[in-house]
T-cell receptor
Framework: KAGVTQTPRYLIKTRGQQVTLSCSPI?????VSWYQQTPGQGLQFLFE???????NKGNFPGRFSGRQFSNSRSEMNVSTLELGDSALYLC????????????FGEGSWLTVV | GQNIDQPTEMTATEGAIVQINCTYQ??????LFWYQQHAGEAPTFLSY????GLEEKGRFSSFLSRSKGYSYLLLKELQMKDSASYLC??????????FGKGTHLIIQP
């Protein structure tokens, strides 16, 4: 069974640009959540999707958005990039919103210059 | 909100046992997770505790006491590959997972 797949793995963007990251959950998993990891702040929750609907949202500005498709695949978008957005963005999937096993993908390393 | 505290760094010897503590303050949560993360890699699921008590899984065990706001991860028969960061996380209602800053575990020969 394939794990959580994230693309792209590495990318460099310029301030002011926007970026879209993609996540394919484990087959059969319907809940997808996104996290930002930085050395200073650690892992922080961005948002969670289930059945194409955003169920929970962390404390991030509106520049961060996401969506989920009918096949459970998810994308997140960051607009008007800032230097501070440089981070590892991790996607996680679980069978349901209350699933007791949550698996992470390898992440997308975003560098903003 | 939720606040989670873990020691920043710990050192242990190969073959020994180490206990990584996690204390938290929260108004309520559904369960507590432990993850292992090697540098540059994704967090790997280790355990999930809902009820008080000890959950054992091979060389790894996790304990939860809701009344004391305390959990620990116990690693036995330490191996060099256990050198990693260990993350404690609470599953709340509408906040996804709230993570501690992680404990960097160094295993020495």
């Amino acid at each position: 069974k394939a794990g959580v797949t994230q693309t792209p793995r590495y990318l460099i963007k310029t301030r002011g640009q926007q970026v879209t990251l993609s996540c394919s959950p484990i087959s059969g998993h319907r809940s997808v959540s996104w996290y930002q990891q930085t050395p200073g702040q650690g892992l922080q929750f961005l948002f969670e999707y289930f059945s194409e609907t955003q169920r929970n949202k962390g404390n991030f500005p509106g520049r961060f958005s996401g969506r989920q498709f009918s096949n459970s695949r998810s994308e997140m978008n960051v607009s008007t990039l800032e230097l501070g957005d440089s981070a590892l963005y991790l996607c996680a999937s679980s069978e349901s919103l209350s699933g007791n096993t949550i698996y992470f993908g390898e992440g997308s390393w975003l560098t903003v210059v | 909100g939720q606040n989670i505290d873990q020691p920043t760094e710990m050192t242990a010897t190969e073959g020994a046992i180490v206990q990584i503590n996690c204390t938290y303050q929260t108004s309520g949560f559904n369960g507590l997770f432990w993850y292992q993360q090697h540098a540059g890699e994704a967090p790997t699921f280790l355990s999930y505790n809902v009820l008080d008590g000890l959950e054992e899984k091979g060389r790894f065990s996790s304990f939860l006491s809701r009344s004391k706001g305390y959990s620990y991860l116990l690693l036995k028969e330490l191996q060099m590959k256990d050198s990693a960061s260990y993350l404690c996380a609470l599953r709340g209602g509408a906040d996804g997972l709230t993570f501690g800053k992680g404990t960097h575990l160094i295993i020495q020969p």
